[in-house]
């Protein structure tokens, strides 16, 4: 992995940052207990957040009880569960049923949630520990992650830089050895964004193959619920538990996707890349753009046959999600402007009267634009195993960055700062494309850039492929912030 920047080499032997197949090894031959992991993690939670504005909700007392109910499961051998004893955090955005579920914003702050997302009580239901919240801005409605409710979550490499978002707080708590394991949603890139600026792993996966139910709407199709984690196999781990038909979700995919655990078996030999540099209408900051190519080229060496492509996109295509997104939040949250209107982050609320202006012609509209994405994109995929571009066009935002801010711009062209920096919205709009976001390096700003690999539709298990023998090759794994 190209690194612009010498970052802090931390022995993997520091306990906050095992990963979560290391440490269940360790639980069953006992050489580590549950207990003194989640007291390592909780430690590291008290002395890193106030540096990074990443927790919402603690739970030590409770997740201490149950690393203490975990060990003697491991003690007894009897009923382990998959992800037994594993620390988790949980975006605050996700409902757990009792406790508060604010979605960041002061319209919901102290409401307690009446159930619990499928996906979240299936990871608790294999062992994972609940100890923190993470934050989110509010409605999860940008790439950043600052909200009225909690303020500012900052990057844990540079805390003068933003954590990337929505799944902010998650992607911070996992770079910073907050947490072993974390989840997040991503409609426009929230999973994959905050991956890239943290320098973490972050999945996207295939459009029903994790079990929906945030939205009051199942049918909202670019949406997802993934992993972010420090490692592919410990993705692995949580798809494997995440993903599979809910009776309550319609649209999830009746088959559990099963990603098989041998992470040295992967290899590049023989394997078709597509890259694409900017997506054809991206403007790329130098530093992300070197690190990626190099990262290309270490496919390459590894055994890749690369192909460099021209998929045509234009604009258009950010049109089309912006509008998408405009009309979800708009049908989501209007009815609270009247009351909460001068409460609410002010960009939320120009979101929100955009999206109550669009006809249906025009939402209709957008459904044209992605199934012309899709022609453009077959072929490519049709002969390529994986896509791939940068995760997003800059290394990372300001942590006070603006969504309306009429003076961004990357390379001195300006570019719209509510989202065409990101090179992940395309493949929401293309949701039934799996995508990662890996570490690709580092800027001279000491923040990580990421590199974004997109899979062929429903092949899951294929782009896990992939992502291992990339990781293979990029040996990110003993690289975390000096905190």
Known sequence: MSTLLKSTEVPVSDLHYITAEDAIRCFKDGTLSPVDLMKAVIERCERVNPLVNAITNRFYEQALEKAEQAAERYRTGNNLRPLEGIPLAVKELHPVEGITTSWGSKIFEGVPADRTLPAVQRLLDAGAIMHIRTTTPEFAHCGHCHSPLYGVTRNPWNQEYSSGGSSGGAGVTVAAGMTTLAEGDDGGGSIRMPSSMCGIVGYKPSYGRVPG??????????????????????????????????????????????????????????????????????????????????????????????????????????????????????????????????????????????????????VKQTEMVRSKMWKDLSPILSRNQVLVTPTIALPALKAQHQNDDPNFNINGKPVDAFLNWALTYPFNLLSQCPAFSLPSGFSSAGVPTGIQFVGRPFDDAGIFQVARAFEAVAHWSATHPDL
């Not at 990603?259 to 790329?284: M, N």
């Not at 390459?300 to 998408?324: P, R």
């Open 213 to 362: 139910l945030l939205l009051d709407t199942m049918f909202e199709s670019i949406v997802h619920i993934g992993p972010m984690t420090r490692s592919v196999d410990d993705a692995a781990l949580m798809m494997n538990v995440m993903s599979g038909q809910h009776p309550d979700d319609i649209t999830s995919l009746r088959d559990s996707v099963k990603i098989p655990g041998a992470a040295g078996t992967s290899s590049f030999k023989g394997v078709r890349v597509a890259f694409s540099p900017d997506l054809g209408y991206f403007e790329i900051d130098p530093e992300v753009a070197r690190n990626t190519r190099r990262a290309v080229e270490s496919m390459a060496a590894a055994g890749a046959i690369v192909e460099e492509v021209e998929l045509g996109w234009t604009d258009i295509v950010y049109d089309a999600w912006v509008t998408h997104w405009e009309g979800l939040l708009a049908t989501l949250a209007h009815q609270h402007v009247p009351e909460w209107q001068y409460k609410m982050d002010p960009f939320v609320r120009k979101l929100i009267h955009k999206g109550m202006s669009h006809g249906a012609i025009r």
